[in-house]
């Protein structure tokens, strides 16, 4: 019988963005096969984690293309990238605590081709005057990996309703990059005092 990998990899990631402790057994198992086929395809946690990375990381690269992050105002750009991103938010937000990833020389190189591209989409914002320029790129991409992390896991733990996740993430992360008036800004801030 034939092992298709794609499913085991989709079962492994249902799994583990649930219960990121999952032993290869309980992978197994979700994926319906013995622990001896899942070995056979992935020789253990790290094989299976490097594969999960590759498929985290096709699927960020089809949600980019699908987000065209070129077109229209840059907020636009960001509202279409959260909504695309949404479905693999959960593999991102295992992927995103696993800092084997993230650590020497290994490192896979679509994780800089990601950044990048989300980093110019920021970078367009900021030029275009949409986006404070006081925050970097670089931060701007980092808080949307983290706030992509944490509405996962709020909308997996029931904490959030799965309809309010691209509305919460947009509207925190645009909320605090927008850019504003400097002295309508400091006038609300005493205001509030």
């Known amino acids: 019988m034939a092992v298709d990998r794609d499913h085991v990899l989709r079962s492994a990631a249902a799994l583990l963005t649930r219960k990121s402790t999952s032993t290869m057994d309980e992978v197994a198992k979700a994926a319906g096969i013995s622990r001896a086929t899942l070995h056979r395809h992935f020789a253990g946690r790290?094989?299976?984690?490097?594969?999960?990375?590759?498929?985290?990381?096709?699927?960020?690269?089809?949600?980019?293309?699908?987000?065209?992050?070129?077109?229209g105002p840059a907020a636009d750009a960001v509202r279409r990238?959260?909504?695309?991103?949404?479905?693999?938010?959960?593999?991102?937000?295992?992927?995103?605590?696993?800092?084997?990833?993230?650590e020497g020389e290994q490192q896979n190189e679509g994780w800089t081709r990601l950044d990048d591209r989300i980093a110019t989409l920021f970078r367009r914002g900021q030029a275009g005057g949409e986006?404070?320029?006081?925050?970097?790129?670089?931060?701007?991409?980092?808080?949307?990996?983290?706030?992509?992390?944490?509405?996962?896991?709020?909308?997996?733990?029931?904490?959030?309703a799965a309809n309010d996740f691209t509305h919460m993430i947009v509207e925190l992360l645009l909320g605090g990059a927008v850019r504003r008036d400097e002295t309508r800004g400091h006038e609300t801030r005493r205001e509030e005092s």
């Open 81 to 102: 990238l959260v909504r695309a991103l949404e479905p693999a938010a959960g593999l991102l937000a295992f992927l995103y605590t696993e800092n084997q990833l993230f």
């Open 131 to 160: 986006f404070r320029i006081d925050l970097t790129p670089a931060w701007l991409t980092e808080a949307l990996y983290g706030l992509m992390a944490s509405g996962a896991w709020a909308v997996q733990e029931g904490r959030v």
């Open 46 to 71: 790290d094989a299976l984690v490097r594969a999960l990375e590759a498929l985290g990381i096709a699927e960020c690269e089809a949600a980019l293309d699908a987000a065209r992050l070129d077109d």
